[in-house]
C-alpha cells in the first residue's frame, strides 16, 4: 500500500458559502411556491425548495478542516483515494469517510486521543455519553512511556527497565491499512525488542560475557553502556515497524534497577566490591609508604636496621597505615630484645 497525496485546493470555505446561500434561497423558494399555491409555477417552486432542503445538507459532510502536521485518510466505498495533508479548509466528496483504527487507542504517550466516551454518574447511575472521535492523524513527533518490565539479563538476574520512545507516522496508508492497529502495534514491538536486547547484556559489567555477538568477551553492560543499549533498542524496533509506516526517532531508558527481590543482596555484593577495591588501595599505597620509608632512612643513614628491626618497623607501618582506627601509639623504654 502506497501513500497518495490528494492535491485538493483549499476550497472549502468558497463550498460553505455558496451551500448556504443555496439553502437560504431555498427556504425563499418554498415560501415563494406556499404564496402561488395552486398554480403550477407555485407547485414546482414548492416541490424544489423542499427536495433542496431534504439533499441540501449533503455538501457539508465534504467540508474538512485540518491543523498543522494533521491527515486523514480517506476512503470511497470501502476504496483507499488518498490522504490529505496540510492545514487548511478542503472540500472533498462528501461520500467519503476518513478511517483510523487507532483513534479510540489511549496509551501512555503524548499527544494521544481521548477516549470514546465520558463516563458519568447520576444519582449513582453510570451514564456512558458518547463524544465525536476524531479520525484526524497526527503527524507530530511524540513520546511513548511504556510500562516498566521484568527482565532476566544475560546471567539471569532480574531487572527492571522502562523506555521512552519518540517517534511519529511517517506514511498514513501503512500506518491505517497494513497493521490492525498501529498504536498498539507500536508497544507491543516495543516491549518485544526491549526484551531481545536487554537479554544479551548484564547489568553491570561481568567477565568472558560478548553482547555484540562477535565471539570477543567485551565490558557491554546495562549500566555502563547505556546509550548503546538505547541505539541498540531504537533500531530493533524500527525494523519491526517499518511496514507499518512509523518512525522511531529515539529510544532511551528512563529507568533500570535490579528487582526488588534480589536488590538487596546486589547492593551487598557491591558493597563487599566496593570494600575490596578500597582495600587494595590502601594497601598498596601502606606498602609504597613503606618502601619510600626504608629508603629514606637508608639514603639518609638516619639509623642503622637489620633484618628483624626492618620486619618490625614494616608490621607496624602496616599496621597503623591500614587500620580502620587512629592507631594508639605504645612507648618501648625498654631494649627491642
Known amino acids: 500500500m502506497e501513500e497518495k497525496i ?15 446561500l443555496l439553502y437560504l434561497a431555498a427556504i425563499g423558494v418554498v415560501i415563494l411556491g ?18 433542496w432542503l431534504c439533499i441540501g445538507w449533503i455538501p457539508y459532510c465534504g467540508l474538512k478542516v485540518l491543523k498543522p502536521q494533521e491527515a486523514l485518510v480517506l476512503t470511497l466505498f470501502g476504496k483507499y483515494i488518498g490522504t490529505l495533508k496540510g492545514d487548511g479548509f478542503y472540500y472533498v466528496n462528501p461520500f467519503v469517510s476518513a478511517v483510523n483504527p487507532a483513534a479510540q487507542t489511549k496509551l501512555r504517550q503524548s499527544g494521544d486521543v481521548a ?7 447520576i444519582s449513582g447511575e453510570d451514564l456512558n455519553a458518547s463524544v465525536n472521535i476524531s479520525k484526524k492523524i497526527s503527524l507530530k513527533i511524540m513520546t511513548l512511556n511504556n510500562n516498566r518490565q521484568k527482565i532476566n539479563d544475560c546471567l539471569g538476574n532480574p531487572i527492571e527497565i522502562g523506555i521512552a520512545v519518540t517517534w511519529r507516522v511517517l506514511d498514513t496508508a501503512k500506518a491505517v491499512f497494513e ?7 507500536l508497544s507491543l514491538q516495543c516491549d518485544s525488542a526491549l526484551r531481545n536486547i536487554v537479554r544479551l547484556y548484564p547489568y553491570d559489567v561481568a567477565p568472558n560475557v560478548d553482547t555484540t555477538g562477535d565471539g570477543i568477551a567485551d565490558e557491554g553492560s546495562l549500566r555502563g553502556s547505556s546509550e548503546v543499549v538505547a541505539a541498540r533498542i531504537r533500531d ?3 525494523s519491526k515497524v517499518e511496514m507499518a509506516g512509523l ?3 529515539e529510544a532511551r531508558i528512563t529507568y533500570l534497577a535490579y528487582a526488588p527481590e534480589i536488590a538487596a543482596v546486589m547492593l551487598q555484593r557491591q558493597q563487599a566490591s566496593a570494600i575490596i577495591d578500597a582495600r587494595k588501595m590502601i594497601v598498596d599505597g601502606a606498602v609504597g609508604m613503606v618502601e619510600m620509608a626504608l629508603e629514606r632512612l637508608s639514603e639518609k643513614n638516619v639509623v642503622e636496621l637489620d633484618e628483624e628491626r626492618k620486619a618490625a618497623m614494616v608490621s607496624n607501618l602496616l599496621v597503623v597505615l591500614c ?7 605504645v612507648v618501648n623504654s625498654g631494649s627491642l630484645y
Open 247 to 249: 518512525e522511531i526517532v
Open 236 to 238: 530493533e524496533i524500527q
Open 34 to 51: 406556499a404564496i402561488n399555491e395552486g398554480t403550477a409555477l407555485g407547485t414546482v417552486l414548492l416541490v424544489i425548495g423542499i427536495i
Open 179 to 185: 497493521v490492525d492497529n498501529y498504536k498498539e502495534y
Open 323 to 329: 587500620g580502620n582506627h587512629d592507631a594508639q601509639p
Open 115 to 121: 477516549s470514546s466516551g465520558a463516563h458519568i454518574n
Open 6 to 20: 490528494l492535491r485538493t485546493k483549499k476550497n472549502g470555505m468558497a463550498v460553505l458559502l455558496l451551500t448556504t
